[in-house]
């Protein structure tokens, strides 16, 4: 059972103050008003569905995954599929993890409650190894366990714009970790989300799954949303009735959206907490999470399709088990300058930086890992060029990552795509990369 209660951008700037909304969404509820139904079939045909596209409006939708600009997705040289807000809604996913089961060549398993193990093309793990995972730009990648913790990705569903999937790798621009795939995901601005949005739903596992979220704006480009979420799963089943894995986890954030002639700013947030039960073994142990992170954006529109594009994120971690704990304050920075040379190059170049200072919490005599304090590093740079030997039609991208880190040294990392457009409706690829 679940009730929602949505208010559309009204024309007049005010909006309804979040009390007074939120006591007429009661008041609905114990009088029994009717749902609008007619306006909520209108806001869902004027959302353009994916299945009432037409073959050039599908080969029209716009990806940012593959080199960071925007581009349409039949002349990306990669295996990508972007799975829509349309499709996470009507499929009935209470996860990010669950949502990821519409991508075609995305393999996911539940292991328990708390776990999954998604993979890309049979490469399959609970720590979703090798998958560049990037919530808005952020990696939510973790060097302990070198992988996911997929329990701890949550968000309002509705607030996702889309979820972008390149299967194999992700080419030069984006950082390590993105040899067997890359899974962006990407919300929506503030300004697709405005007024009061309150969701409740309940079941036999996912127990209880409550959030509320306000978005306001003006005018003169910027908008704001704030948002509150918690959940309650009960466990999955198990042939021995030994139900470990109920958990829970409540977070809050916001983020904010300003946009002016040229220029575009976003800055985003959000907090969390809860615990995750798993066993190891034969042992039951529950981890107690908490964290949070700030995420600021800035882009600029140049001539010609040219831009630039800047990022800068603090990511805090928190996460201690039974038999081992981590604390971990990671800042990124990254950079990239797209622009157009000529009529048949586009050069796209960059860099990043990656801290990670951490600590390991060691809890029982026999698991340790030597030294308990130390700081990760990741250092990137790359240059990339697409050229057009056949304007439209043939089309060569050369490129080359720069990376040291403290785990393997420097690496250079080169790549070379193709792609082949003889009609406006087919395509084909091919590209080797180290």
């Given at each position: 059972?679940?009730f929602?209660?949505?208010?559309t951008?009204?024309s007049?700037p005010r909006?309804?103050?979040p009390f007074?909304a939120?006591?007429l969404f009661?008041?609905?509820?114990l009088?029994?008003?009717?749902?609008p139904?007619?306006e909520?079939?209108?806001?869902?045909?004027?959302e353009n569905?994916?299945k009432?596209?037409s073959?050039?409006?599908?080969g029209?939708?716009?990806?940012?995954s593959v080199?960071?600009?925007?581009?349409?997705?039949?002349?990306?040289?990669?295996?990508?599929y972007?799975?829509?807000?349309?499709?996470?809604?009507?499929?009935g996913?209470?996860?990010i993890?669950?949502?990821?089961?519409?991508?075609?060549?995305?393999?996911v398993?539940r292991?328990?409650?708390?776990?999954?193990?998604?993979?890309?093309?049979?490469?399959?793990?609970n720590?979703?190894?090798?998958v560049?995972?990037?919530i808005?730009?952020?990696s939510?990648y973790t060097?302990?366990l070198a992988?996911v913790?997929?329990?701890?990705?949550?968000l309002?569903?509705?607030?996702i714009?889309r979820?972008?999937v390149i299967?194999?790798?992700?080419g030069?621009?984006?950082?390590?970790?993105?040899?067997?795939?890359?899974i962006?995901?990407i919300?929506?601005?503030?300004?697709?989300a405005?007024g009061?949005?309150v969701?409740?739903?309940?079941?036999?596992?996912d127990?209880?799954?409550?959030?509320?979220?306000y978005?306001?704006?003006?005018?003169?480009?910027?908008g704001?949303?704030?948002?509150?979420?918690?959940?309650a799963r009960?466990?999955?089943?198990?042939?021995?009735r030994?139900?470990?894995?109920a958990?829970?986890?409540?977070?809050g954030g916001?983020r904010?959206?300003?946009?002016?002639d040229?220029?575009s700013?976003?800055?985003?947030?959000?907090i969390?907490?809860g615990?995750?039960?798993?066993?190891?073994g034969?042992t039951?142990v529950?981890?107690?999470?908490s964290?949070?992170?700030v995420?600021?954006?800035w882009?600029?529109?140049?001539?010609n399709?040219?831009g630039?594009y800047?990022e800068?994120?603090?990511?805090?971690?928190i996460?201690?088990?039974?038999?081992l704990?981590?604390?971990?304050?990671t800042?990124?920075i990254?950079?990239?300058?797209h622009?157009?040379?000529?009529s048949r190059n586009e050069?796209?170049?960059?860099g990043?930086?990656?801290l990670s200072?951490?600590?390991?919490?060691?809890e029982?005599p026999g698991i340790?890992?030597?030294?308990?304090v130390?700081?990760?590093?990741?250092?990137?740079?790359f240059?990339?060029?697409e050229i057009?030997?056949v304007?439209n039609?043939?089309?060569?991208?050369?490129g080359a990552?720069l990376q040291?880190?403290?785990f393997s040294?420097?690496d250079i990392?080169?790549?070379v795509?193709?792609?082949w457009?003889?009609?406006?409706h087919?395509?084909?690829?091919?590209d080797?990369?180290?």
């Amino acid at each position: 059972m679940a009730f929602q209660l949505m208010k559309t951008r009204p024309s007049n700037p005010r909006t309804v103050p979040p009390f007074c909304a939120g006591l007429l969404f009661l008041l609905a509820i114990l009088l029994g008003t009717p749902c609008p139904a007619q306006e909520i079939a209108a806001n869902e045909s004027q959302e353009n569905p994916l299945k009432q596209m037409s073959l050039e409006e599908l080969g029209s939708v716009r990806v940012t995954s593959v080199k960071k600009a925007p581009e349409e997705i039949w002349k990306t040289p990669a295996a990508i599929y972007v799975i829509t807000q349309e499709q996470i809604r009507r499929s009935g996913a209470t996860s990010i993890a669950d949502a990821l089961r519409l991508a075609p060549g995305v393999e996911v398993a539940r292991i328990s409650s708390t776990t999954w193990a998604i993979g890309m093309r049979g490469l399959q793990s609970n720590f979703s190894k090798s998958v560049l995972v990037l919530i808005d730009g952020r990696s939510v990648y973790t060097p302990l366990l070198a992988g996911v913790y997929w329990d701890v990705q949550d968000l309002i569903l509705e607030n996702i714009d889309r979820i972008e999937v390149i299967r194999g790798p992700g080419g030069t621009v984006w950082g390590p970790n993105a040899v067997n795939g890359v899974i962006n995901i990407i919300t929506k601005p503030t300004s697709e989300a405005r007024g009061l949005l309150v969701t409740a739903g309940g079941g036999n596992v996912d127990r209880t799954i409550d959030q509320i979220q306000y978005g306001g704006g003006n005018s003169r480009g910027f908008g704001y949303r704030v948002y509150a979420k918690g959940f309650a799963r009960g466990p999955e089943y198990h042939a021995d009735r030994d139900n470990f894995d109920a958990w829970h986890q409540e977070r809050g954030g916001f983020r904010m959206d300003w946009d002016s002639d040229r220029d575009s700013y976003m800055l985003e947030g959000d907090i969390y907490g809860g615990d995750s039960p798993h066993r190891i073994g034969t042992t039951d142990v529950t981890d107690s999470l908490s964290g949070g992170n700030v995420v600021a954006r800035w882009q600029r529109s140049l001539k010609n399709g040219s831009g630039l594009y800047l990022e800068a994120y603090f990511d805090r971690t928190i996460r201690l088990g039974a038999q081992l704990g981590e604390t971990r304050n990671t800042i990124d920075i990254d950079f990239l300058h797209h622009l157009k040379v000529g009529s048949r190059n586009e050069v796209s170049w960059g860099g990043g930086l990656r801290l990670s200072p951490n600590r390991f919490v060691q809890e029982q005599p026999g698991i340790n890992l030597v030294p308990h304090v130390e700081t990760d590093h990741t250092y990137t740079g790359f240059l990339q060029d697409e050229i057009q030997v056949v304007q439209n039609r043939l089309a060569f991208t050369l490129g080359a990552k720069l990376q040291e880190n403290n785990f393997s040294g420097f690496d250079i990392q080169p790549t070379v795509r193709v792609l082949w457009t003889p009609t406006t409706h087919q395509s084909l690829w091919a590209d080797v990369t180290r």
